[in-house]
């Protein structure tokens, strides 16, 4: 006899299994109140090396892969991350990523000009280094001046090294700076430098760092997280030897192209030696371009406070790239008001607010390897 449906309890009901499984569906992520908090220090095929518990009893190295919800947003060195799972740091074991905490600065790339994606390069970064080789590999302002705007619109404090001076005089290059205010290191590398710190040249020789130089740059260093940028060959990764104690591989100038042949291939942070808490140098890979695609022509013009104030004569809508509509700034350069570098420091101006896309892809082209 057939029972009322009046009388049904939940008893009677039957519920088909999901194929997706039985886990009900929810827009809720997990709060990960356990997380740790750990710092990038290098990124390598999917997979983040973390340092846990910096400068405590039990700092410790962690490597973790990316939770899924994460997987479009990069993941860089000098990012502060939450990591749950396994962190206790044991060989062999796997954490997870799953938040990037906020980032103070954040210093960005295009692939070139005309490039509308950004590419994340450096987090948390107070201070970039921009390394250029007074010659062998020759320096370019261009490369300088692209370094300087990247630094200016991430909110990062800029300083040149200068390296190999005893090759070449660098005062030709450095006069195109000296209206603007930041820090200039000059370095020597010398064999018979008697006050010099033991090093590995970029030929591969046994070379002796210009110690003076050295003191000087850990003076800047201490205290800060800071990014080395620069074109392979220039000394770079032997300066970070010397200031972290590493064994970074240096390589030497190709003596056909004039370029420096790529060593590092990932970005990493290393502790400066003997410094405070908070003491990183991050030394970054090889780049193939350094695009501005990302910065708005305003601020790159910020990037030139020579050449800025000579705008105030400029028409309304002056877009500053080129002559042919009275732009107040020839008339400022014309004047001297910007030095006698002023001419070539206007021409480098325009090229990145790409006057003639030819110029611009020129530069690009022009800029070769960075690492």
């Not at 997979?47 to 190295?61: H, L, Q």
């Not at 206790?88 to 000009?113: C, F, K, Y």
């Amino acid at each position: 006899m057939a029972r009322s449906t009046d009388s049904w309890d939940e008893s009677d009901v039957r519920i088909r299994p999901s194929k997706k499984g039985s886990r009900p569906r929810t827009k809720d992520r997990p709060s990960h109140d356990d997380a740790v908090t750990g710092r990038i220090i290098t990124v390598d095929r999917g997979r983040y090396t973390a340092v846990v518990g910096e400068d405590s009893g039990d700092e410790r190295i962690i490597i973790a892969a990316r939770a899924r919800e994460l997987r479009r947003s990069p993941v860089v060195a000098g990012d502060f991350v939450s990591l749950v799972g396994d962190v206790s740091g044991e060989p062999d074991t796997l954490a997870r990523l799953v938040r990037i905490q906020e980032r103070r600065t954040l210093l960005r790339r295009s692939a070139d000009d005309t490039d509308p994606i950004e590419r994340a390069v450096v987090a948390n970064a107070d201070q970039l280094v921009v390394v250029v080789a007074a010659a062998n590999p020759e320096p370019r302002t261009g490369f300088i001046d692209r370094a300087l705007v990247a630094a200016y619109d991430a909110g990062i404090e800029p300083l040149l090294l200068v390296t190999k001076a005893d090759v070449r005089d660098p005062a030709e290059l450095l006069s195109n700076y000296e209206h603007l205010d930041f820090p200039v290191i000059i370095s020597r590398t010398s064999d018979s430098e008697a006050s010099g710190i033991d090093a590995r040249s970029d030929d591969g020789l046994s070379a002796r760092l210009d110690g003076d130089a050295v003191s000087q740059l850990r003076a800047y260093l201490e205290g800060k997280v800071s990014v080395m940028l620069g074109h392979s060959g220039v000394g770079k990764s032997t300066m970070v030897n010397a200031l972290t104690g590493a064994e970074r591989a240096t390589g030497g100038v190709n003596a056909v192209t004039g370029r420096g042949r790529h060593t590092s291939s990932s970005a990493l942070a290393l502790k400066l030696t003997g410094a405070p808490a908070g003491s990183w140098i991050i030394d970054t890979p090889g780049i193939r371009s350094f695009g501005l695609a990302h910065v708005d022509p305003d601020r790159i013009l910020r990037s030139f406070p020579d050449l800025e104030p000579g705008t105030d004569a400029c028409e309304r809508g002056c877009k500053h790239n080129t002559a042919a509509v009275n732009c107040g700034v020839d008339s400022w350069v014309a004047a001297g008001q910007a030095g006698p570098t002023g001419p070539a420091r206007l021409a480098s101006l325009r090229r990145l607010l790409g006057t003639d896309p030819r110029l611009v892809g020129q530069e690009t082209k022009e800029l070769g390897s960075i690492g």
